[in-house]
Every structure is written in structure tokens, then in C-alpha cells.
């Protein structure tokens, strides 16, 4: 199998770039007309550049003028290694040193150096720009690197870099297919009988030709038409690869620079980001001001934003006005800060950005996002939490989240798409949490068990409140316990209520285990006159409101003790107006038994004549018996459903 990297190079302004990857790779990746006849890269170019072995470099060739960093920025989000290239007739330059800062702010962890126009100096002074660039970059990502300094227009050590930079390539650790499908778009056009395509580097996952795909933040959909790779045509591609892709049911007009590429109903889009910032020491201002405006880089996407700075030596987070005690942060300086939009933005937690000034243009610092779903809390919380996000380990990360998801907890789609982690290590994870006692799974969600157990001691408090105010009522209906949840997934509620070991469901009303009806003596003794009248009348019993005129009590006072009783199983409860007694129900469950020892089936007389009652009574009795699966009607007749 092809092995993909992505190389991009830095460096300043007609410094050779350009021609020195058309050397490597015979492409000139000026591709636009007005790059033709001004001699310099203004947007992004490509190239590629295939090893006998299978490996496949695509190099990134980014502009290099202060007036079109943001292009370089759009190029510099997806590469595994930099080639930064300095001419040796004019040493370092101030894009040199602009590139350089934005490499080490995005995290690029290798590169090397080429030093370009070795023809046109002598040997002695590329040494000495040999010795100025290892100043340059000491105590960056490329101290130590090697520095080739070669001739696009001889020739001279093209071949050598070559080799440098397959060396530098495999070093390089494979791309998984397994994440979600991601590809920020830094182009778009039609071919005539193609329609739209766009192109950008894969940076995660993979994508098959006809598969649909959403463009986001818009939620567009579409399906993929057709795939190229390295100008052929392919069925699949893959992360790390530059991918042109043919869609279909979309305009060209409906698709922008910056917007992702990726498959449905996984990322999300946000108008707030929680991250880290670091100002940069040599960036050309005094610091940066809380609430400044200030142009976001991530990906193919710029955005203006505003940031709230949360200082970084309190780390105070800003009170409800968004002001924050430290107005500025320094040069240097590093801090948690939130990025608001105006307009919706995709990213994931683990991307990289780059801020610069909003006026004039410079880049100025930039960090790394913690949080594309921040969650409102109070001054520590949102501290403590964004300490979780930047230093912790990824079970810490991940149970954090899941706990700011509350009772409803969060869907595996949502973790995938919250977070750069590949799905296997993420499943690997909430698996060990789960096993370990700290997450549960439940109606495909993940609950935090700090939740499920608020949960259980919430509901336990409240049913102990209720009962000291309503000794005489057997519990609390679950519509009523539901509405101090509000919010809460109906399934979830009833899986949870189900769970709690200190409660007792019956029907539709909920008690605590431990709760018994404390009845006063004159209660006591209407009990007891119940019971004598409906021993007496069997199985004709009176209705609840002649029960209650019976024994001189009101139908509400009555209806109370009739459920009371119906829980403690001293009576059955038939239908809301009728009751019998618990010893009048177990003779009927006996005579049906000892009926269908001899028959199959029973009729309503038959039944009728077994209780000697009357058919206004049998009726009711048998959809109680139908209803409690004892019996079951086919037809005009009831056959035993179960073993009594």
C-alpha cells in the first residue's frame, strides 16, 4: 500500500521556493496566470513527488509575501513536515522568521532546510549562511535538522534533498483511515462535464466514491462523484493524501475556501471555542488586549473573532460581562482564552490555530483548542475544567465531558466528533471507564455516574420529603417526579427509576423501600369495617362510593384507604370503582384452576355460575383477568393464558 505525507514549504519572498520543487518534482506549481507573470507564489501550490517504494510526497507550496500569510496559513494546517527554504544570496528574512513561528505555534515536529541559489555565491559564504540559519532556528523543531544548499537551476544536490526528504518522510507515522472523514477545502472549481470539484488535504479518515458527505459549517450534502489523487483517479482516498473531489447535487457557488469536507451527522458546528493561547516573544506589538478582534487561521479557514483572555498567572476566568481582572497579555505570555464568532465555524478539540492582528497584519501567537462546546459555568469550574483539557489524559478528557453532558450524558457520535482521537482508542477508553465503575451506558447513551448518582440521592430525598407531608398517600406518581427533570430523555428517566435500589415502582407510582403507611387508630378501624363489608359481599362487591357511604366516610377519604389497603395486599384492586378482598381473589384464582383441569375453555356463564354472581360482576373479573394475562378472549370464550 502507498504510503502518503504531506511537506510544506516556509520561507520568505522570492527565495526560491517554487522553482525549487519544480526541480523535485518537475511541476511548477504556479498555477495561476498572474503567479506566471509576476515570478511569486500567490496562492497555494502542489506538486507531487513519488518514490520507487511507493511513498508519495505531496508538497504544499505556499506563498511567501506578508500580505499573503494567510494563504500559507491555509496550507501550513495539514502537513507532516516543513521545508524551510532560504536563499543563500540574502540569508534570513523577515517571512523566514514569520514562517518559522507559525510551524512551531501549529506544532509541525520535523522539517529540514534547504538553502536555494547555491550558484550564485561562493563556497565560503554558504557556510556562513549554514552558521546563521542554525542560530535561527536553535531551540525550535528544526535545531538540529539537516541543511542541504542546492541549485534549482544547475541541479546541483537535487537529488541529495530528495533523499533527505524521503528519510525525513518515513519517519513520519502512518495516517489511520478509522477517524472521521475530514478535508478542509483550499480550492474550488467546474470541469465541464464534471461539474463541481474541490480539492484540499485529507487529515483524517477516509472517503469512497459514491458516498455522501456533508460540507460544514453550512450542512450541505452531497455524494462524492469521483476521486483523483496525485492526478489519477482512485475509488478510495485516504488521510494524508491531497485529494480532488467530484461532487454531485452541489453549485460551485455553494461551496467556499475554508469550508470542511467530511461525512454526515459527525462534526459540529460552533460560534464560541474554548483553547489555549501563547503570544509570541518577537511578535511586532506590545501584547494583545482582552476583547481585541483578531483574525483565527485553522485549517483552510479565517475567520475575524474576538478573544476574551483568562489571564494566565490567576487564571481568573472573566465574570459575567466577559471582562476579565488582567486586560492584557504579554509577550510570551500564555493563557486559557475563548474565541467568539459571528460567523459558525467547524473544528474539532486537538486543532491547532494561529491568530494574527487584526490591523495591520501580523501574526502574533496562536494555541491549540480545547473546547468547541464550552459549557457555562462558574469562574473555577470553567478553570478547572480547561486545565482537564489542556494537560490531562484522555480518560480525564473524556469523562469530563461526558459529566458536562449531565443525565442526558452523550452519544459515542458525539465524542468522535468533539475530539481528534481515532474511534478504536476512544471506544478502548470509555470502555475502560465503564469497566472501572465511572461511566454507564444506557439507551446508547454514556452517563458520568456522578450524574446517575445525583440522580438516585435527589429522588431518594424527595420521596423521603413527600412521605413525612403525605403519610397516607402510597408514593409519588412518576409524572410528577418526571417534572424535577425537565429535560431529561424519557427512557433514560424510566431506566433510571428502574435502577435506584432504595425506591419501589408499582404501576405509575413511586415510594421509598422502607415506607410504610402509619394509619391513626380511627383509620384502623375503618380498615376494618372495609374489610368485614366486602367479606361479606364476596363477589358482588359494593362500588367505592357505596363502600364509602357504607361506612360513613367520604368517596376521596375512601378511595385513599382503598389504595392503602391494595398495597399492603389485604385487597385487590379490579378496576378504579371496584376492590375485593385479597382471600375472595385467591379462592377465584383456585376455581378458574380447578375449572381447566377439566376444560380448555370457559364461557362468561360458566365463569359466572363458578363465582355465583351475576354477569354485571363476572365481566369486570374477567378483563381483570385478562388484563393480568391470567386469562386470555378468542372469541366469546377465555382459555387459561398461565399456570396458576
Known sequence: MSRYVILGTAGHIDHGKSALVKALTGTDPDRLKEEKERGITIDLGFADLAYPDGLKVGIVDVPGHERLIKNMLAGAGGIDMVLMVIAADEGIMPQSREHLDICRLLRVKRGLIAITKSDLVEEDWIELVQEEVRDFVRDSFLEGAEIVAVSSKSGVNIDLLKEKIRGLAMSVEPKSEKGIFRLPVDRIFT???????????????????????????????????????????????????????????????????????????????????????????????????????????????????????????????PGPSGESDREELKLGGKAFCQLRFKEPITVMAGDRYIIRRFSPLMTIGGGEILDVSPKRRSRDERLRDLAVFEQGSLQEKLGLKILQGGLNGVSMADLSGWIKIEPPELQREIHALVKAGKLLQCEGRIIHKEKYDEFGKRLVDTLSDFHKSNPLKPGMTKEALRALYRGLDQRLFEVFLSQVGDIFVERDIVRLKTFRIALSEDKQALKERILTVLEKSAFQPPSRDELAKAVSIRPQEAEELLKIMAAEKSLVRINDSMYITMQHHTKMLKGLKDFFAGKSEMTVGEFRDLLQTSRKFALPFLEHLDAGRVTLRVGEVRKLLKKI
Not at 220 to 247: C, E, F, M, P, W
Not at 276 to 286: G, M, R, T, Y
Open 191 to 317: 470541469l465541464r462535464g464534471f461539474g463541481t470539484v474541490v480539492t484540499g488535504t485529507a487529515i483524517s479518515g477516509s472517503i469512497s466514491v459514491e458516498a455522501g458527505i456533508e460540507i460544514l459549517p453550512k450542512g450541505t450534502r452531497a455524494k462524492v462523484r469521483g476521486l483523483q489523487s496525485h492526478g489519477k483517479d482512485i475509488k478510495k482516498a485516504y488521510a494524508g493524501q491531497r485529494v480532488a473531489i467530484n461532487l454531485q447535487g452541489v453549485a460551485k457557488e455553494d461551496i467556499q475556501r475554508g469550508d470542511v469536507i467530511a461525512i454526515p451527522d459527525r462534526l459540529k458546528t460552533t460560534y464560541f471555542i474554548d483553547a489555549d493561547i501563547e503570544l509570541l516573544k518577537s511578535a511586532p506589538v506590545k501584547g494583545l488586549k482582552n476583547r481585541s478582534l483578531v483574525h483565527f487561521h485553522t485549517g483552510t479557514t479565517e475567520l475575524t473573532g474576538r478573544i476574551i483572555i483568562y489571564p494566565a498567572g490567576s487564571r481568573e476566568a
